[in-house]
């Protein structure tokens, strides 16, 4: 059933862009004292070694954090997720890249929560495994498209919701906006952040559309643009769509996409959207 694993891909530029950009998400979010939860739907394994086979297959990493791994020179808004990357990181050797689960756990203050959730059987098991004895941490194992409806509204009435799902089967676009749709009904201020590939400008036009619910809800589509594919056969482009942004949350979108389009796309005819939809 489950056929994607994304040992093979993981710390390629889309996992960067979107953990970067996750980093200062919650961090926003930490700006205020009052507590608040953080929601992964789909969390994967927390956390992967690149010494394994599926990571040295195609090498993803290599064109994507093995680019800015050891970096001096970044802009403060990029630091928090290079120092993360340190963290996990002891000698000067890349070998391993956190995932969603790693950077949020992070990150955690001690009046926050988080909510893990993965529904493939191994992989839910390798992230319990990882997780124990974190604290203030609840590892679940369903289907994340409906966590919106079974974990919201959060007790703190505040909160991340990271949408991270695979896209390997067809229709996920639709059942994408669906749960977020489920959970604006339930808790209307919350922050989602729903990452997605990009396969046209269509398709995301329609996406946005079917995520735009209710009038003055505001939208931020932040994306990146490689000139190519790093691999053939590839994305070349890929975005976070925020429900319910940050205040100026644009601005750290843009500095922090700047930064790595430049490491990524050496020919700089790659571009990036950072746009607010009102
Ligand atoms: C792109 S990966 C997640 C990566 C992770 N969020 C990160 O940033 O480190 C997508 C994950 O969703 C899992 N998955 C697939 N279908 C799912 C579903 N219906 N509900 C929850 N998880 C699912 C896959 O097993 C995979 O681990």
């Known amino acids: 059933m489950f056929a994607y694993r994304h040992h093979f891909h993981a710390g390629n530029f889309a996992d960067v862009f979107k953990h970067a950009l996750l980093s200062q998400l919650i961090l926003s979010l930490q700006k205020k004292e009052r507590p608040f939860v953080y929601v992964d739907t789909h969390a994967g394994i927390g956390h992967y070694d690149l010494t394994h086979p599926w990571a040295i297959k195609n090498k993803e990493f290599i064109q ?61 098991e390798q992230l319990r495994l990882l997780s124990k004895g974190w604290l203030r941490t609840e590892i679940r194992h369903e289907d994340g498209f409906k966590l919106t409806k079974s974990v919201l509204p959060p007790r703190e009435r505040r909160g991340l919701i990271f949408i991270d799902p695979s896209y390997d089967r067809s229709g996920e676009f639709e059942r994408v906006a669906s749960a977020v749709e489920i959970g604006l009904r339930k808790f209307a201020t919350g922050v989602y952040a729903i990452w997605y590939p990009v396969m046209s400008e269509s398709v995301t036009l ?16 932040s994306e990146i643009h490689l000139s190519q594919a790093l691999f053939p056969g590839l994305m070349s482009a890929c975005g976070l769509l925020i429900v319910n942004p940050p205040f100026q949350f644009e601005l750290v979108a843009k500095t922090i996409g700047s930064w790595l389009l430049d490491k990524f796309d050496s020919s700089h005819n790659g571009r990036l959207v950072n746009q607010i939809i009102d």
């Not at 000067?92 to 059987?121: C, H, M, W």
């Not at 329609?206 to 589509?221: A, M, N, P």
């Open 64 to 124: 994507g954090v093995g680019r800015i791994f050891g970096c001096i020179d970044y802009p403060p808004d990029i630091g928090p997720y290079l120092e993360i990357l340190n963290q996990n990181n002891e000698s000067e050797a890349l070998l391993k890249y956190p995932g969603s689960p790693v950077i949020a756990k992070n990150l955690l203050r001690e009046q926050d929560r988080l909510v893990l959730n993965e529904f493939n059987s191994s992989d839910a």
């Open 206 to 221: 329609d996406f946005i559309q079917r995520v735009k619910i209710y009038r003055g809800q505001s939208l931020l589509r």
